[in-house]
Nanobody, 123 residues
Framework: QVRLTESGGRWTQTGTSLKLSCSASGGAFSRSDMAWFRQNPGKEREFVAAISRYSFTTRYGDAVKGRFTISRDNDENMGWLEMNDLKVEDSATYFC????????????????WGQGTQVSVSS
């Protein structure tokens, strides 16, 4: 049915930029809110960014505010996370999730999750 696939993660240096992609198959994407989370082994899953389904309202975690930008294209069933001025602390596996309502998705209550893409940042 619904499948989310993240891509774009790789090793990079501090101060550089990366753009992650989230491709969705199935018919739920355009009517779902979406978000990005990140996680490291043994750590709590951390909220990164979210964007609503219709109004495209956005929300960001404090650690990435001003550096990351979330976007989406409902016609293409695709979402992105543009990451700028990367820091070592941004290293993690990044996950895309969709669902509704918005309040549930931003707190980790999304209906569907991708397998994640790994970002490694070093100086």
């Amino acid at each position: 049915q619904v499948r989310l696939t993240e891509s774009g993660g790789r090793w990079t240096q501090t101060g550089t930029s990366l753009k992650l992609s989230c491709s969705a198959s199935g018919g739920a994407f355009s009517r779902s809110d979406m978000a990005w989370f990140r996680q490291n082994p043994g750590k709590e899953r951390e909220f990164v960014a979210a964007i609503s389904r219709y109004s495209f309202t956005t929300r960001y975690g404090d650690a990435v505010k001003g550096r990351f930008t979330i976007s989406r294209d409902n016609d293409e069933n695709m979402g992105w996370l543009e990451m700028n001025d990367l820091k070592v602390e941004d290293s993690a596996t990044y996950f895309c999730t969709i669902g509704q309502p918005f309040s549930a998705v931003v707190t980790g209550g999304g209906d569907y999750w991708g397998q994640g893409t790994q970002v490694s940042v070093s100086s």
